[in-house]
Every structure is written in structure tokens, then in C-alpha cells.
């Protein structure tokens, strides 16, 4: 079994077909776990992901056989940084999971665990995973208790007591009235009552989202979800508010949502927003808004009909209401699924490996530059330190590392960190001009002299240069040297056609700064 790991939309894009394939061929699968889906959701991502996909052989031409998408990454509330492993669908996909061809998992998934043993993490969320029972063991028989800390989360609601992790959906047969026998004699005669009434009152009508109204359907849709939620989910409503925009509207774009909204006359009552998987032939009711002030006709229950029916009439066979245990839900007959939420962690809360992950270095040196602006020294400096020891080479935490060490008073040490930058970036005037004042702060005169130098070299303009060199010159009793050095400055802009004011005023006052200190 050979595993790649996949993390560029282009690299993603080309497994298109091979995706399908696994798709189609697993019973298992579901709408979030598509590519079409997948395409959509990780290309507005702004952090990073990655996909690991198992071919069943180690031939280059092997097919891929399974997959598992993930997002990664980078926690700071800590010291040390730690890095955590998300399912890629969440926060915005009701169901995760792993992608398999059926009769490969006892290979694939046991690949994956092995893969996820070899990266950086301490905290990996197996979060609204829909995974079989076989699957789920063959993972989890890698991550024995005896060496991780496995914990299983609840999604039962302390307000509501709603449980999440319970999923109700109905099995949809190839006609309308025989699933209608299938329910209770008062939903029976309550759902067709409220269509005859839609149907035959000009009263009410029911449009579903064009290309021409998809925006326009979905204000309203969030809009009445706004309102209902934010007095429980307080600003967190905004963000959810601009995930569910952008998820939705890829999904429209993909021709995987189904969109009706219930009017009374021009007054939009209730918007219902189901995503369409035509592979697996399911609805998949994802959320819904309405009008908390009208008090009419049940909305909710118009649009779910309406919905049930259409997907009925064009050979869909499932209706699945995702997540929550909600009692309205259970009128429509349906059964249950359950969901896992399980976290695996490391013993000791740090990374496996003891280092971050590379793909969130640049995540992680945002939090430590936050850190060093709040003067939050000491955890700034380790995660400076994590990151180099991820990627030596960084500039900008080099940079920012030897400027908290010398605010630290730590001229010897800023000093190895600036003279690496200027190895690292010898065209950046900051390096250089940054080792020439740690070399002054430690007396180093000749060196600081040199440095100087390039500073001049690179930002003739810039009077910390030109100043610089004339004190260090001036300590080292080679003030002469002064003229020399400004007179290459200056005929070097004269060849290139740069006789610039600003210069040529820096240079004059240089020149005056060092003579006052020659007398």
C-alpha cells in the first residue's frame, strides 16, 4: 500500500476521476466526502489541508483506492506550539470520514494510521465522522490507549439537549403517495392538507433559486437564521453566517444545492437549503430560516414536503436531515444513524516528533510576532525557536527573534541571529543594518564598520548607514576612510544615472556628523 500525501488544488483537481471511482464504488460515502464538494469547500479555505490517498500498490500507476482529507493546524494558547489535525469538511460539512473502496480498508486505513504516526501533532479531531463500525476499529487499533489519551466528545446540547450526533433520515421509495403511507395518519393528512392549500390559494407560492435569485434567496435564507440564532450563539453567528455564504454559494455554482423558499405574496416567509448528491441519489437537508413573526401555515413543514416530494419525483431515495435529534424530525419517518466524535491526543499534549508542522509555520509566526507586540517575551522567543527549527532558513523569525533578543539585552546572541539573516537575505538592507548596530552595541567596531558598509551600499538614502559608519570610523581613528567610502556611494549613483537630493543631503549630513567628530 503506498500513500501520498496531496495539498495543492491542482494536485487535488487531478484526482477527479480516481475520486469519483473510490466514490461511487463506496457505500459509505457521502455528499461531503465528493470531490465536487470537497473542490469547493477547500478552495475557500485560507489555512492549510492535505489529503492522504492510498494506492493499492507501490507502482507508480496503481489506482487510489482511499482517501482521507484533513486540515491542519497550528495552536498557541500553549507553550510549546502544538499543531491539530482536523476532518478538511469541518466547520462546515455536518458528516467526515474516510473515502474506501470496499475490501481495501483492512490495508488502506491501517496505511493512514502509520502516515499519521510519521507527522506532527499532538491533537487529531475525528469530528462528525460517519464511518462504519470496521472502519473505525481498524483506525483507532493504531492509537492503543497505552500511548495516546483517546476521548470521547459529546454533542448533546446544554440548552436544548438536542443531541448532534444523532442523524434521522428517511428512505425515499419511487412514489409520493407510498411514502406518504409509510407516515402517521395525522402527518399523513396534515402535509397534504398544507400542499392542497399552496397549490390551490394564490395566496402562497413557492420559487426555487435560479442563477437570478440564488443571491437574493440567500439573504433571506440567512438572514431569518441570523435572527433566530444570535441570541444563542451571540458573534460567533457572524462567522457561521459568512461559512454558510461561501459554502453554500460554491455548492449552487456546483450544481449541488436545491434552494426553495415559501412566499405569502411578496413576504418571503422561510428559505430551506438542501444539498443534492446525484452519485448517491440523496437529499441532504442542511439548513433552514423563516420568519419567526408569521403566525400562518407551518412553513417548515411546507418546504420539507415540498422538498421530499421533488426529490421523490426525480429518483432520489434518501432524505437526510444530518445532524440533531430534533422532534419534528421523526414525523417524517426516518431512522437513525450515529455519528462519532472522538478525539485522539498525545500524552504529553506536545507534537509527535517535538516539532510543528511545516505547513503552519506561517500561522505560528503571526501568533509569536502577536505574542512579541503584547511583550510576551519569553513565549515569543520559543515560538520563534519552533519555527527555526522547522524552517532554519526563515527570515522573518530570524529577524523578529534577534529583535526581542536585543530588546532583551542579548547583544551576543542577536548578533549570530543577524549575521545569519544577512546569509540568508544579503540583498536586505534591515539585515545588515540590524548586525551593525548589535556588532556596535558589543564594541565590535571593525565589524559594525563593515556592515555599515553594505547598509550604505544597498540604501545609499538612508542616514542610519552613512551616520553609522562615520562613528565606527571614527572609534577606529580612520575617519579618512569616511570621504572614500562616500565618494564610491556617490559615483556609483552618478554612473547609474541616480543623482538623487535625498542622497546626496544624507551624505552631506554624514559627512558633517563625522567631522564634528573628528574635532
Known amino acids: 500500500m503506498r500513500v501520498e500525501v496531496i495539498e495543492t488544488m491542482p494536485s487535488f483537481e487531478r484526482l477527479e476521476q480516481d475520486w469519483n471511482a473510490v466514490y461511487d464504488a463506496d457505500p459509505d460515502a457521502q455528499l461531503f466526502m465528493s470531490h465536487r464538494w470537497l473542490a469547493g469547500w477547500l478552495a475557500w479555505l485560507s489555512g492549510p489541508w492535505f489529503i492522504l490517498a492510498a494506492k493499492a500498490s507501490e507502482a507508480p500507476d496503481a489506482p487510489y483506492v482511499a482517501f482521507l482529507p484533513l486540515r491542519i493546524s497550528v495552536k498557541t494558547s ?13 466547520f462546515a460539512a455536518d458528516y467526515t470520514g474516510i473515502l474506501c473502496r470496499p475490501g481495501f480498508e483492512p490495508q488502506a486505513i491501517p496505511a493512514f494510521a502509520r502516515q499519521l504516526k510519521q507527522m506532527n501533532w499532538a491533537r487529531f479531531n475525528l469530528e462528525n465522522a460517519r464511518i462504519s463500525e470496521t472502519r473505525y476499529r481498524l483506525l483507532m487499533a493504531h492509537f492503543p490507549k497505552a500511548n495516546f489519551q483517546i476521548s470521547q466528545v459529546s454533542r448533546v446540547g446544554k440548552v436544548d439537549s438536542i443531541d448532534n450526533a444523532l442523524c434521522p433520515f428517511a428512505a425515499l421509495p419511487p412514489d409520493w403517495n407510498a411514502y406518504l403511507d409509510g407516515l402517521s395518519a395525522n402527518t399523513r393528512q396534515k402535509i397534504r392538507r398544507l400542499l392542497k392549500q399552496l397549490e390551490a390559494s394564490g395566496e402562497y407560492r413557492i420559487t426555487v433559486a435560479t442563477p437570478e435569485t440564488i443571491e437574493r434567496d440567500l439573504d433571506t435564507l440567512l438572514r ?31 450544481d449541488l444545492l436545491y434552494l426553495p423558499t415559501l412566499w405569502h405574496g411578496d413576504r418571503p416567509l422561510a428559505a430551506l437549503a438542501t444539498l443534492v448528491d446525484r452519485r448517491k441519489r440523496a437529499f441532504l437537508f442542511y439548513m433552514t430560516g423563516r420568519d419567526e413573526t408569521y403566525d400562518g401555515p407551518p412553513p417548515g413543514v411546507i418546504l420539507h ?29 426516518v431512522k437513525e444513524r450515529r455519528i462519532r466524535c472522538t478525539v485522539i491526543g498525545t500524552k504529553n499534549g506536545r507534537n509527535i516528533g517535538g516539532k510543528i508542522d511545516r505547513r503552519t509555520v506561517a500561522a505560528a509566526l503571526k501568533e509569536a510576532t502577536e505574542l512579541h507586540q503584547a511583550r510576551k517575551l519569553a513565549q515569543a522567543e520559543r515560538g520563534y525557536r519552533q519555527i527555526l527549527e522547522v524552517e532554519p532558513g526563515n527570515a522573518d523569525a530570524i529577524h523578529r527573534l534577534g529583535q526581542l533578543l536585543t530588546t532583551n539585552g542579548n547583544h551576543t546572541a542577536a548578533r549570530r541571529m543577524f549575521k545569519t539573516l544577512t546569509s540568508v537575505r544579503p540583498d536586505a538592507y534591515k539585515g545588515w543594518l540590524c548586525l551593525a548596530q548589535s556588532c556596535e552595541a558589543l ?17 545609499p538614502d538612508l542616514a542610519d548607514g552613512f551616520n553609522g559608519l562615520g562613528r565606527m570610523l571614527h572609534k577606529l581613528d580612520r575617519i579618512e576612510e569616511f570621504d572614500a567610502a562616500m565618494d564610491l556611494v556617490f559615483e556609483r549613483d552618478r554612473q547609474a544615472g541616480e543623482r538623487n537630493g535625498r542622497v546626496l543631503g544624507r551624505r552631506a549630513a554624514a559627512t558633517a556628523e563625522a567631522g564634528s567628530l573628528a574635532h
Do not use: C
Request: glycine residues 6%; aromatic residues 14%; positive net charge.
Open 224 to 254: 431569518f437564521w441570523e435572527i433566530k440564532w444570535t441570541p444563542r450563539k451571540g458573534d460567533l453567528v457572524h462567522t457561521l453566517v459568512r461559512s454558510n455564504r461561501a459554502m453554500l454559494t460554491r455548492s449552487f455554482k456546483s
Open 443 to 459: 564594541s565590535q567596531h571593525l565589524d559594525a564598520a563593515a556592515a555599515y558598509r553594505e547598509v550604505v551600499k544597498l540604501r
Open 305 to 333: 414536503a415540498h422538498s421530499i416530494r421533488y426529490a421523490i419525483e426525480n429518483g432520489f431515495t434518501e432524505y437526510d436531515f444530518l445532524r440533531g435529534n430534533e422532534p419534528y424530525k421523526y414525523s417524517f419517518g
Open 78 to 90: 500553549e507553550i510549546p506550539f502544538h499543531n491539530e489535525l482536523n476532518m478538511a469538511g469541518n
